[in-house]
Structures are given as structure tokens and as C-alpha cells.
């Protein structure tokens, strides 16, 4: 407990305060960060943590409360402002321009000229590039589109772009939603790299994990609020901070439930399509059948060729035992997959639509007659069914952006499950979403399965996969690698070699 | 759950809230400069002005009612000015052959298979609908002036003057009748049934409907279809209005319909908007420019005040988003 402040604070927040409408995001937030300490901000979606980051980065100003930078008050107008104070920011959505080379988004507002007209020195941004893409460990070429890179390599990018501004405080907000194991370990070790090199760092997640695998102290928010502030130590369990999070006791994790044998609803054989180079693996109903691998392994290729939207190069799909060829999702769900998409900011949602549209969009047939909705059709089962998903929402006509992430991701399971298909593939459902709506949906998995649906799990959470998943395949290198049945976290090890492509983790081959 | 520091909005601005949040800013709007225009120029209440201003505003009703779908969905339609040309005179055209139900049906096919090539062509390669639709207005316009060597026709039947450009049913206008039905046909489309929820879903993010299983090309090609056919009807009202088929009829009402729909509050940006925006944009227009016309303003100076307004009604759209 480490609260005062002292010589080596470099940020100190007090009473911090900030409405939006007549949500309460911000309702008295107090926090210090010392020089050289990666700070851990833990708490839920919507207990106003990404608020206070925006708000010492100057994206939002607070209505009322103290911000102090090296013991001098400020009033951080704008972000220009907060850079200028040596603040720099990773968001949690991704703020690249897709169609810009990753140079040009690296120095994008920043460019090394006085002028709007002025020539840009691109030799000198490929230096600075260099440089700070060597720091990240992060070999990419500096010419390509944004546009064309995955996920995580777009937020080693983003990472890559605060640290070109040599910041005294550094805030990364949920860098590891999109992660997977190898780069997270990797983020890890640039993180503290730049925390013993005196950058003070604030770290916000809602994974517990993350607290002891990265932090030197942790403030749990809730409400608007720190409740508390400590120092990580053995002490501080996950079962402790889980409590200390969402303020109640927690009981223990589920023990899972085998399905009872039957015929396989999917088969994959030798499947090559994009970066997948001859999978294969099956899924029963009733069953949750992880997919594990690195990016770049080709999981999200199978996937999308599963769904509909890549077309295979060579091997099978067997659909309850015929060969099947979905042309497009609409066929593929026509036949009983069902899909969440990973990136659910730009492929997910309907951002401007009603919840009420988000949530039915799959299965508009149910209440339709001759392609004519009825409305008095269509609400009642809405209310109902957000209801059962634990959605909290003010009115289902409200945009569904107006939900956090975690709702916003009970919504599009809502969709992906409404038209009562047999198998779900679902690629990351809960990056980005908190503690109390991730429980939530592993419940709602769980159930479903119970009642004889079939799940095919994309996650980059390692330890998610393997206490939800029945059955868990090993990708590396476009092929899947070992086979893990009723797997635990005691196969951490084995399935982290498998996917890395070490020879010494398979239990059996696929 | 307020902010103790931050004082509650004041009423003026609730009301000022509901006053440009569409609903009632532009009807209000439109009773504002009715009154206004009727104490200035009381002609303009004359029965006769208003039954003149329904013809005059029905053909680009009538096209408001399909660019509506395309802009919800992402797009836009140009080329429904130079179709309803095209669907006009060939209609003309063929009416010698096939008598004037038939060259009706002629027009309408005309419209409906155009809206079909551009929604294949936007489709099937993958093109922008500004790119596809702007060559397509080149093309139908350039049609036209070919068929017809630059001429208008006069050849429109009696009977179709009579009962379609200066029927009436009930006292309305058939022209009205006619862009009524249109817009509630397409205010029905958009707003009861499935294809309208998936325009809307793919204007909103094509990926995330794709995603879901939406069947984002069949739905994409109806909707300029829909265009098409708007387009084939309005060359059956306006042939009829006008007593005849002009190669070079209704230019810029592509770009009118366009306006009608962003002042109305539409987003260009896709997803949202109603059909009852539209109307009222489209109103709005069609009126100012009868206004302007008893006013005895110049024609000139009527093109720019149009310019004035929809500039204006942006900004106040633009204000009105970052007001929420």
C-alpha cells in the first residue's frame, strides 16, 4: 500500500470525475503511477477504466478533479497536449489508417516535417522506424498496408507507434485482446524492458492473469472507482482479486460434462486453404472443440472455409456425413453452421442498428411471413432472449455501439445462436469482453452444448481453451499437430510446445 | 446518477434537441415556409398551385423513394435521371407497337432492367455504385439521344395526358397518387419486411451481414432494381405530365434526389435514415423551387439558394450528430 506520493510519482490522478449523459463513468478515480513500475489497472468493462486513460491521454477532459504530472497540476487540453507532456497511448480499438504503410501510420500526426506542404523525410522516419520496431523485436515490412496485416501485428504496430514518442508514462489499454500466447510473452518482455528503463507504465486489463505476469501494483476499479490499490505480491491471488474485482465472493469454475459419444457433425480432412496446409479434425454434437495455435497458423482459414467464406484448395469438408462445399455463409448457415466473427468492431456488429436488429439479423425467418415482418412477432422473443442472455441495455432500441463490448458480444452470440444451428464456430468471442460477461457466455456455451450443439473454439486465451474445451487441436504451421481429450491446465506446457512447433509436447498425432 | 458539479441540461436545449433530431425540425419547417410564402403570395394556397406542386414534385418523389435504398444500403444511384429519360422515349417508341398499356409496361421493364445491369455489374466485379451508376447515366442518356436523334417525341397518347399526367382520383392528382404510392410502397419495403432490416444491415457494415449469413448480392441488386424501376415509373408520370418524351428530360434530377435525401437527414454514410426523411427532404426541395418561382426569382438565383439549402441542411445534420 504505497498511496503518498513520493519523488518518483510521475502521475498523480485525484477525485477524477466524468459523466457521459447520464451514465457516470468516472465517479471520483484516484490513482498514482511511480517511474518505472508497470501499473496493472484491473476492472470490468464499464467500471471507467479505458475513461481514465482516455482522459489522461487528453482524448476526454473530466468534468471535475486533479491531474498531476511530476508533481506539477496540469490541465491536459487535447492529445497533441498529453504527448507533449510524454504521455502516450495504445488504445484497445486500433487507431491506424488501413490504407496507409505501416511508416506512415508509425509517424501518422507526427510527421517529421514543420509544414502541412513540407516534403516528408521518409529516410528519416525508416531510421526512427527501424529503431523502434528493433525494441519491439518486430520484424515487418515498413511498405505494406495496414490494411494487409493480422490483428496482432497491427497492435505491435500501435505499440510500436507510442514508443516513437519516447513517452515518460505509457498507458496500454487491453494490448492482449487480440494476442496470441507467444506475442503476449513477447509485449511482456518489451513492457518491462521499458519499465526498467524508467518509463512508467499503466497497464489496463480485466485478465487476472495478467496482474502477476506483468505487474509490480495493481488498482482494481469498479464503479468509477479505485477501491483499492496493493502491491502484487504471492499473497494476492486470482480468486482474491476476482473478489476484490467484482466485489463478491466467487465460486469455483464448473467441472465440464463429456457428451455422450455419437457420429461427428463436422470432419475436416487434409483441408488446405489459405495458410492451413492439410488440418484435419472433427467436432460432435454436444462437443467444444478448441482450435490452438500461434497467428499465423492458419486456424482463422479453416474457420472461414467451415463458415463459407474461403473456398478450400484441396481436402474435404463432411457435413453429417456428406461432402459439403459452403459457398458463402448464407449457405453454409442454410445447412447449420452458425458463426461469430473475431473483430467485432468492423465484421461483427451493425454499429448504427438497434440491438433489437443486431440480435435477429440470422433469423429474421422466424418472425417474417412472405418476407414481411411483424413487429408484434418479433419483440416479445427479443426481450426475452436478451433477457436470457444477461444483456444489460437500456431500450433493444438503443445502437447496439452504445453497449459495452461485453454486451455487445452477448448480442452477436445472441445472433450467432438464433437460428438454432447444429455447429458454431466462433473465432475469439471473448477478447475484449469482462470478467463478469466472459462467465456469463462460458455459461451460456456450456448450456448450449448440454443440449447437443456443437462448438468449433477459436481462442487466443490458452487457458480458457483449456478449461472450456472438450477436446483441443494443436495448430503449427498451417497443420494441426496433437490432439488434446478432456484437457487441463496441467497440458499448458504440452499444447504451448505443440503450437510453437516443438517436437517435445504431443500426447498423440492427429 | 448525474455529476454533482455538472448542471442538467436546460429545457431550451431539450427542445432544441428534438428540433434538429429530425422529427420535428423539418416539418415544422415546411408549415414554416408554407405559412410564410402563403402571407407573402397568397396564390400559393390556390387550389390550383397545389395540385400543380403535386405534379411538379411527383416525379422526384418517385425517384426519392429508390435512392433512398441505395444510399441505407452504402451506395447511391446517378443514373435514375437519364433511365427515366431513356424508359420514356423508348416507351414512346414502342407504344406504336404495342399500344399504351403496353409501352407503360415497356417503360417500367425498361427501368427494372437497367436497375438489374447496374446492380449485376456493382455485384459481380465488385465496382462502386458511384462508378457503375455514373457510367450508366452516360449511357442510358447517351440511348436515348441516339433513338430518338436528339428529338422529343410528342407522340403521347391523349388518353395517357388525360387519365395519367391530368387525372385525378378523389380530387388527387394522379401523378400524386402515384409518388404516394410510391413512397409508401417503399417506406413498406424498408420498414416491414426482411430485404429493408438487410439493407439497412448492409449499409450499417456489409462484412458483419455477410458474416451472418446475409445474402448481401441478391440484396445489393435488388435494391438498384428498385432504383430502376422507380426511375421507369417516374418517365411514365413525367411522359404523361408533359405531354412528352424528351431525350434530355429530368437532368440533374439525380443529383436533386440525392439532395432531397441528405437534407432529409439520411447518412450518406449508409445504414440509417427513414423513408419519411426523404419525403420531407424531397418536399422541401420541390417546394422552395415553386416558391421561388411565384416569388418571380430568377432561375439563376433559384439553382444557387437550392445549393444554399442542402449545403445548410448538412451542417445542421452534422450538428445535430454531435449533439447526441
Known amino acids: 500500500m504505497s498511496d503518498l506520493p513520493s519523488a518518483d510519482t510521475v502521475l498523480t490522478v485525484a477525485d477524477l470525475r466524468k459523466a457521459f449523459g447520464a451514465t457516470q463513468a468516472l465517479a471520483g478515480a484516484a490513482l498514482t503511477l511511480k517511474a518505472g513500475e508497470a501499473h496493472v489497472l484491473l476492472g470490468e468493462n464499464g467500471s471507467g477504466k479505458s475513461t481514465l486513460a482516455k482522459i489522461v491521454a487528453g482524448i476526454h ?37 488501413p490504407d496507409l504503410s505501416v511508416a506512415d501510420n508509425l509517424f501518422l500526426g507526427r510527421e517529421q516535417a514543420a509544414f502541412p506542404f513540407a516534403v516528408i523525410d521518409r529516410g528519416r522516419e525508416r531510421l526512427a522506424c527501424d529503431e523502434a520496431l528493433a525494441r519491439l523485436d518486430f520484424a515487418i515490412d515498413l511498405a505494406r498496408p495496414v490494411r494487409a496485416l493480422a490483428i496482432a501485428e497491427k497492435q505491435l504496430v500501435e505499440v510500436a507507434k507510442a514508443l516513437l514518442q519516447k513517452p515518460r508514462i505509457l498507458i496500454l489499454d487491453e494490448p492482449t485482446a487480440t494476442l496470441s500466447e507467444r506475442e503476449k510473452s513477447h509485449l511482456f518482455a518489451v513492457v518491462r524492458r521499458l519499465r526498467d528503463e524508467g518509463v512508467a507504465i499503466l497497464y489496463i486489463t480485466h485478465h487476472l492473469r495478467e496482474v502477476a505476469e506483468i505487474g509490480d501494483r495493481v488498482s482494481v476499479m469498479r464503479d468509477g472507482v479505485v477501491v483499492t490499490t496493493r502491491d502484487v505480491t504471492k499473497a494476492l491471488t486470482e480468486h482474491r482479486l476476482l473478489e476484490l474485482l467484482t466485489g463478491r465472493q466467487v465460486a469455483a469454475e464448473v467441472v465440464r460434462s463429456r457428451p455422450p459419444p455419437a457420429a461427428a457433425l463436422l470432419e475436416v480432412h487434409d483441408l488446405a486453404v489459405g495458410q492451413c496446409r492439410g488440418a484435419s479434425l472433427n467436432v460432435g454434437p454436444g462437443e467444444i472443440v478448441g482450435l490452438y495455435g500461434v497467428v499465423g497458423c492458419g486456424r482463422e482459414d479453416l474457420a472461414r472455409a467451415v463458415v463459407g467464406i474461403a473456398r478450400p484448395l ?42 433489437r436488429e443486431n440480435l435477429n439479423l440470422a433469423n429474421l425467418a422466424a418472425f417474417a411471413w412472405a418476407g414481411v415482418i411483424a413487429p408484434a412477432r418479433e419483440r416479445p422473443p427479443t426481450l426475452a432472449r436478451l433477457a436470457e442472455l444477461g444483456v444489460r441495455f437500456r431500450s433493444s432500441e438503443d445502437p447496439i455501439a452504445a453497449l459495452s463490448g461485453g454486451n455487445q458480444q452477448k448480442v452477436l452470440f445472441g445472433r450467432a445462436v438464433g437460428p438454432a444451428p447444429a455447429l458454431i464456430v466462433m473465432e475469439d468471442p471473448t477478447a475484449g469482453v469482462d470478467m463478469g460477461a466472459k462467465l456469463e457466455l462460458y455459461r451460456h456455451i456450456r448450456r448450449w452444448a448440454e443440449d447437443g450443439f456443437g462448438f468449433l473454439w477459436l481462442s487466443s486465451d490458452l487457458v480458457e481453451t483449456l478449461s472450456l474445451c472438450h477436446r483441443v487441436y494443436a495448430m503449427y504451421a498451417g497443420r494441426t499437430v496433437a490432439e488434446f481429450t478432456d484437457p487441463s491446465l496441467a497440458d499448458e506446457n504440452a499444447l504451448l510446445a505443440a503450437v510453437l512447433g516443438r517436437a517435445d509436447g504431443p500426447r498423440s498425432a492427429a | 446518477m448525474s455529476a454533482p458539479t455538472s448542471p442538467p441540461p436546460p429545457h431550451a ?63 447511391l444511384d446517378l443514373s435514375i435521371a437519364a433511365v427515366l429519360a431513356l424508359s420514356s422515349v423508348v416507351g414512346i417508341l414502342a407504344l ?10 415497356v417503360m417500367l421493364a425498361t427501368g427494372l432492367g437497367i436497375g438489374l445491369v447496374n446492380g449485376l455489374i456493382i455485384v459481380r466485379f465488385k465496382v462502386s455504385p458511384l462508378i457503375v451508376t455514373l457510367g450508366m447515366l452516360s449511357i442510358a442518356r447517351g440511348l436515348s439521344l441516339l433513338v430518338t436523334g436528339g428529338l422529343p417525341l410528342y407522340d403521347v397518347p391523349g388518353p395517357m395526358v388525360d387519365r395519367l399526367g391530368y387525372g385525378a382520383v378523389l380530387g388527387v392528382p394522379v401523378p400524386a397518387l402515384a409518388a404516394l404510392v410510391a413512397l409508401l410502397f417503399g417506406a413498406f419495403l424498408l420498414h416491414y419486411t426482411v430485404f429493408g432490416r438487410y439493407v439497412y444491415a448492409i449499409g450499417s457494415s456489409s462484412t458483419a451481414a455477410h458474416n451472418s449469413g446475409v445474402d448481401v448480392g441478391r440484396t445489393t441488386v435488388l435494391v438498384y432494381v428498385l432504383c430502376g424501376g422507380m426511375a421507369g415509373l417516374a418517365g411514365v408520370v413525367l411522359t404523361s405530365w408533359v405531354s412528352a418524351a424528351q431525350p434530355l428530360a429530368a437532368q440533374g434530377l439525380e443529383l436533386q ?7 432529409g437527414g439520411v447518412a450518406l454514410t449508409g445504414g440509417s435514415g427513414t ?37 445548410a441542411a448538412v451542417i445542421l445534420d452534422q450538428l445535430r450528430r454531435a449533439h447526441r
Do not use: C
Open chain 1, 61 to 97: 477532459r473530466a468534468d471535475t478533479g486533479d491531474i498531476a504530472i511530476g508533481g506539477v497540476r496540469v490541465r491536459i487540453v487535447d492529445a497533441r497536449h498529453a504527448r507533449e507532456l510524454g504521455i502516450a497511448i495504445v488504445f484497445q480499438e486500433l487507431s491506424l489508417a
Open chain 2, 13 to 75: 436545449r431539450a427542445l432544441w434537441n428534438r428540433l434538429t433530431a429530425g422529427q420535428l425540425g423539418l416539418p415544422l419547417f415546411i408549415v414554416a415556409v408554407a405559412v410564410v410564402t402563403g402571407l407573402v403570395e397568397p396564390r400559393f394556397w390556390s387550389i390550383d398551385n397545389l395540385l400543380n406542386l403535386s405534379r411538379q414534385v411527383a416525379p422526384l418523389m418517385i425517384l426519392v423513394a429508390g435512392q433512398v435504398f441505395a444510399v441505407i444500403a452504402g451506395g
Open chain 2, 257 to 263: 434526389s440525392l439532395a432531397a435525401v441528405v437534407v
Open chain 2, 275 to 311: 423513408m419519411l426523411q426523404a419525403f420531407y427532404g424531397a418536399l422541401i426541395l420541390g417546394m422552395l423551387s415553386n416558391v421561388l418561382n411565384m416569388a418571380g426569382v430568377s432561375s439563376f438565383l433559384q439553382t444557387l439558394l437550392i445549393g444554399v439549402v442542402i449545403v
Open chain 2, 96 to 105: 406504336k407497337e404495342v399500344g399504351m398499356i403496353g409501352g407503360i409496361t
Open chain 1, 314 to 355: 484441396r481436402g474435404r469438408l463432411v457435413w453429417r456425413g456428406r461432402d459439403f462445399r459452403p459457398r458463402s455463409p448464407t449457405g453454409a448457415r442454410k445447412a447449420g453452421i452458425g458463426y461469430l466473427p473475431a473483430d467485432r468492431k468492423d465484421a461483427g456488429i451493425l454499429a448504427v442498428r438497434p440491438v
